[in-house]
């Protein structure tokens, strides 16, 4: 943030030099501005002699930076956020969960080796009593509350993680209904993760895009020779995951091409063609 | 804990086998005993050649099995799992609210620039409006919606590290009460978290005690020649803390000696002696 602020606060404050040297050019008529950037810097330089000018241009530099900050904020870097948290939520659950397995084991161990889901053993901890049998440890209730409040925690965060899967999909049908069309709402988000805003993944070319997610194993290729990666984040996506082995690489290529035309319908504004392409695609990897 | 019940279960299954060869003794007296545990081994797996011990052998080890291992469960497990998952917690709550903070610094950057303590900013976030002169973003209640749901997310976070430490104090003050009363509820249980039990804690040198946690330093010490750790965990204690930097080493050796001494006094169930130990190396150490 106070990178991107420097950054646009700079740019405004030469811009506003200009039309502070415009208005100065108009009032006093002697004042001249040549083509060449140095000299226009230097007569820009020869303004802040003048004590007046230097606090006003200050002010309002900061104020228009501001103004200009604010209007920066697009949805692209929430959908990042959202996305980060999604996958960080993904760690947590699985640490946490972990901890509750080993922890819960010593009072009910045949519950953590017959439940294999992480989100369906936290609940049955909450809910489920343990068989007379059990060759776990009679605990003590202060004992047991702790496990319970950590299985709790554990429901409640996958929880935040399904609500913000939703909120995804609600502000990503909005801002790009094609690419969510055709590659889910996990995927797209993943890639506009990685292509930084959707204006630079409409940028890039297909290839780019199929390979977003698998950089370590590119370089790996370019490095070491070793067999080039086929796809990166958009594996998971079902028209991959259904086809061949063989036919993996192809299925791959096509879907990318196809997303990388939804990246750009959705940035420039243009119809909705998903459908059309899914049709498509499933046709010909059938 | 599969490990655990195949070491019981083997140690069960031949002193069972003994018990079955002394009562075919008495009964038959024809089974000699030999001294030698060679000799003994063989006469068990002799009477193993008759099927109708097997099964009932085999069922009553199973259970006697199942018995020691219910009773094999000790505090010092409970208290290793808490003290793990505090620690956990402590990461995943510095990983959350730097999310969080990233997340909500483009609705509110002034807020994440002033508040540095974590907890109090997650609280913050769902308490406090932005200033009118904030260059954040006007969100819409949808995105700030998420950004309250994580904030709450991690109060909790922070509210269950709390609970967990109330309740490692509680069942410390009854398991170790001399270790608590000098060395504080989480240092202590950290010790016995690296001792593996308090049991083996006390059966440790004060050397050892001394370094617990300082592991990497003291091999690193061992096979490059670099200067040797003057402390593992205990660092944190605030007899350490308050030393002077020159004093440190030697204040750590007489606090390791008084935890050593509080460890075996504990687990031996000696007298409380923890507040004269304190008394005396807080004299000493001014």
């Known amino acids: 943030m106070a990178y991107h602020f420097s950054n646009i606060l700079g740019h405004f404050i030469i811009d506003n030099s200009f039309k502070e040297i415009r208005k100065a050019q108009k009032e006093s008529k002697d004042v001249k501005i040549e ?14 002699k003048d004590k007046k000018y230097f606090t006003e241009f200050y002010e309002k530099n ?3 930076s501001k103004q200009a900050l604010k209007k920066s904020v697009t949805e692209d870097q929430l959908i990042i956020q959202a996305i980060s ?7 947590i659950c699985n640490i946490l969960t972990k901890r509750l397995r080993e922890w819960y084991s010593w009072y009910n161990p045949e519950l953590c080796e017959e439940v294999k889901d992480n989100e369906k053993f936290a609940e049955l901890v909450l809910t489920e009593k343990r068989g007379k049998e059990s060759m776990g440890a009679d605990l003590d209730k202060p004992h047991l ?3 319970n409040l950590l299985a709790k925690e554990i429901g409640e965060m996958f929880q935040l993680r399904k609500t913000h899967e939703a909120y995804l999909q609600k502000v990503l049908l909005d801002y790009c209904p094609n690419l969510v069309e055709l590659a889910g709402v996990t995927i797209s988000a993943k890639l506009i993760e990685l292509g930084k ?3 630079h993944l409409a940028l890039l070319p297909a290839s780019t895009i199929q390979l977003l997610g698998a950089e370590k194993a590119l370089f790996r290729h370019i490095k070491t020779g070793a067999r080039s ?8 996506h079902p028209l991959i995951q259904n086809s061949k082995r063989s036919d993996r690489g192809k299925a791959s290529r096509m879907l990318a091409d196809k997303l990388s035309l939804c990246a750009r319908l959705d940035f420039f504004k243009g119809e909705f ?4 392409f899914r049709k498509e695609l499933e046709e010909k990897l059938r």
């Open 197 to 199: 805003s959707l204006k």
């Open 85 to 91: 948290n999604v996958q960080e939520l993904d760690k």
């Open 35 to 48: 083509e060449v950037p140095q000299q226009k810097l230097s007569i820009v330089l020869e303004l802040f």
């Open 229 to 236: 990666p086929k796809y990166g984040v958009i594996f998971a």
């Open 145 to 147: 509350d702790e496990m």
């Open 62 to 64: 900061i104020d228009i």
């Open 273 to 276: 063609k998903a459908k059309e």
